[in-house]
């Protein structure tokens, strides 16, 4: 764990600069407690990311709205993206960048400005997720566990281990973010999870969305009996 982790998951975020550099990213919603690469390509961008390696290795990354704009303005952006640290970079020999980053905390841009560099940065006001574990919030954790471990033995594409590790997180934030990051939904769903700022109203919004796919999920798992039921039959009728 960086420093800087630590510092987020202390609830103590006075570290992260109010202005950072903006990565916008497509067809994804990145959440705290993610660990994952990106493949970069776009040249404002990459000096973004060049000029925050040189310092604290911080960039702010926000999902586009719209997927097909090439410069993103600040309407084709949402208001709220996590703050990450850039763990590894690795030029491409075509130009692109590879990076793996560990996000930290969720915030909102409040200024938007392209500076003398060639970068965007922004103003930012960051979220603290720290909740009091109340008896209401800790049978609100469980209920979304015990759905989420139902979510993944229905979904093939789920390994059981992740029921797992998520069983064993204690913080009602970092559980929400983890299980968000996980489902299979459309991203402007994980991007309203990711905008509702108060955990117990994450969570509240997750098994509701939880709740949905599980009986989505068994009426698929119908279906498929069903039709195996049927091409048996048809077999056994043929032979």
């Known amino acids: 764990?960086?420093?800087l982790d630590k510092v987020a998951s202390e609830?103590?975020?006075?570290d992260i600069p109010k202005m950072l550099p903006m990565l916008p990213v497509r067809d994804i919603v990145v959440f705290p407690a993610m660990v994952l690469p990106l493949a970069v390509g776009r040249e404002k961008s990459i000096r973004a990311l060049e000029e925050t390696m040189t310092g604290?290795?911080?960039?702010?990354?926000?999902?586009?709205?719209?997927l097909q704009i090439e410069?993103?303005?600040?309407d084709d952006i949402y208001k709220i993206g996590t703050v990450c640290e850039i763990l590894q970079m690795l030029k491409m020999p075509d130009g692109t960048l590879k990076i793996l980053i560990e996000c930290i905390a969720r915030a909102e841009w409040t200024e938007f400005k392209l500076n003398d560099k060639g970068y965007v940065e922004v103003g930012l006001s960051v979220f603290d997720d720290i909740?009091?574990?109340?008896?209401?919030?800790e049978a609100i954790m469980r209920r979304t566990v015990s759905l989420f471990e139902q979510y993944v033995k229905l979904n093939p594409r789920m390994p059981m281990e992740i029921s797992i590790s998520v069983s064993n997180?204690?913080?009602?934030?970092?559980?929400?973010?983890?299980?968000a990051s996980h489902i299979s939904i459309k991203n402007n769903e994980k991007q309203s999870i990711l905008e509702a700022t108060n955990p117990e109203k994450r969570l509240n919004k997750i098994?509701?969305?939880?709740?949905?796919e599980i009986e989505i999920l068994n009426i698929e798992r119908r279906i498929q009996n069903r039709v195996r039921t049927q091409i048996e039959k048809n077999q056994k009728e043929y032979y």
């Open 207 to 212: 098994i509701q969305i939880l709740n949905a």
């Open 1 to 3: 764990m960086s420093e």
């Open 11 to 14: 609830g103590n975020l006075q």
């Open 71 to 74: 410069d993103p303005t600040p």
């Open 169 to 179: 997180i204690q913080e009602p934030s970092k559980l929400a973010d983890t299980i």
């Open 131 to 137: 909740t009091d574990k109340t008896p209401e919030i």
């Open 56 to 66: 604290n290795r911080l960039i702010f990354v926000v999902s586009q709205k719209n």
